[in-house]
């Protein structure tokens, strides 16, 4: 059985339900446990990742210099997920 509840853009009540579907224990655990940490730590990983970066750019370590800059996307969607779980909740 499907449910859609059809709400206002600012209302968070808006919910879809699917009873052959709920998550797993190991995305429960997941969830439960980046949770806890404080979003902003995301943002601030991905700005150090590329300080580092242009530190390694700076002393010609052209190689290393990308793939440090290349962590903060990483971060930054790491922490996009953080937030979607605080505000929309799991199962």
Do not use: C
């Amino acid at each position: 059985m499907e449910t859609l509840t059809k709400a206002s853009p600012n209302d968070r009540t808006n919910t879809m339900t699917d009873a052959s579907h709920s998550e797993g224990s190991v995305a429960k655990t997941i969830e439960s446990q980046t949770a806890k940490l404080p979003s902003d730590l995301f943002l601030w990983a991905a700005f150090g990742s590329m300080a580092g970066s242009l530190a390694l750019q700076m002393m010609g370590k052209k190689e290393q210099s990308n793939f440090v800059g290349q962590w903060a996307p990483t971060l930054l969607i790491l922490g996009l997920y953080n937030k979607i779980v605080k505000v929309a909740g799991s199962d």
